[in-house]
């Protein structure tokens, strides 16, 4: 299941923009609109490991956060490549 969690995420990530970035729920709405809300901690566990290996951020207000001990509102973008 976390590949194809992995693979929503990535797939709304290269929709947007340079430096946009998307809500996790959009990732968990993509994968059952319905009970989105259970796909939730799911999505958060890919994110944390795609942010662990480089390839995506956490954002809030615009800026780079650290993903570990996060609380609240933020997004998700992809790591911008030298």
Do not use: C, F
Not at 35 to 50: D, F, I, M, S
């Amino acid at each position: 299941m976390s590949s194809q969690v992995e693979e929503t995420l990535l797939e709304l990530l290269s929709q947007v923009r340079d430096g946009e970035s998307i809500s996790p729920n959009q990732v968990a709405k993509a994968l059952d609109a319905v009970n989105w809300q259970r796909e939730l901690p799911k999505v958060r566990a890919v994110a944390l490991g795609l942010a662990r290996q480089g390839r995506l951020e956490y954002v809030r207000k615009g800026k780079p956060v650290p993903p570990e001990g996060l609380k609240g509102i933020y997004r998700l973008r992809l790591v911008k490549q030298a």
